[in-house]
């Protein structure tokens, strides 16, 4: 079954730039979105398709995939952005969740 | 606007079975996957399985083929999860999230269906 491997934690000083990867095999040729999640609260979707913002997230989210390797870019890190972040694909009509990474802000 | 709208929390006993269930509104209920779910307490989220409304196909995670039924009934817009012997270990929150295609994000979430099981 495929897999994706997401770091535990992530660690960034206010207003810098947090990147959160998601590692998995050609993951370049799948599509992959990413959720947020803050505690007792539900998922949101916050990329979707690898680089695309739904309607109310802000531009500071933004995400890239190739090769090994998608990522999501958190720029001008706010407070609110301390979340939970998952990747996810799909994988023969199977979805497919990271196992998650724990954004700090500092 | 679109919502979905799960059934509240529920405490059951090993062994009890349950149904839950996750209610569509604001699009149009038949168009949509609608997947479950899992997140065990302190852990991260797994896929349980999906169903299309439209016709009833349901796919189901290895993890989880035989161990839960999922079902939707499109004249109320509702879809369901359900177990026929609970066990401790299905202690978790379940939510329930809407698909475009069985390749697109799932875009809206239910608000999450708390379940707990203990003797």
């Known amino acids: 079954s495929y897999e994706l491997t997401q770091p535990l934690s992530v660690s960034v000083a206010l207003g810098q730039t947090a990147r959160i990867t998601c590692g998995g095999n050609n993951i370049g040729s799948k599509n992959v979105h990413w959720y947020q999640q803050k505690p007792g609260q539900a998922p949101v979707l916050v990329i979707y398709?690898?680089?695309n913002r739904p309607s109310g997230i802000p531009e500071r989210f933004s995400g890239s995939n190739s090769g090994n390797t998608a990522t999501l870019t958190i720029s001008r890190a706010q407070a609110g952005d301390e979340a939970d972040y998952y990747c996810?694909?799909?994988?023969?009509?199977?979805?497919?969740f990271g196992g998650g990474t724990k954004l700090t802000v500092l | 606007e679109v919502q979905l709208v799960q059934s509240g929390a529920e405490v059951k006993k090993p062994g009890e079975s349950l149904k839950i269930s996750c209610k569509g509104s604001g699009y149009s209920f038949t168009s949509y996957w609608i997947g479950w779910v899992r997140q065990m307490p302190g852990k991260g989220l797994e896929w349980m399985g999906i169903i299309y409304p439209g016709d009833s196909d349901t796919r189901y995670s290895p993890s989880f083929q035989g161990q839960v039924t999922i079902s939707a009934d499109k004249s109320i817009s509702t879809a369901y999860l359900q177990w026929s012997s609970l066990k401790a270990s299905d202690t978790a929150m379940y939510y329930c999230?809407?698909?475009?295609?069985?390749?697109?994000?799932?875009?809206?979430w239910g608000q999450g269906t708390l379940v707990t099981v203990s003797s």
């Open positions: 398709r690898d680089s």
């Open positions: 999230a809407r698909s475009f295609v069985l390749t697109s994000a799932f875009d809206y």
């Open positions: 996810q694909v799909w994988d023969s009509s199977t979805a497919v």
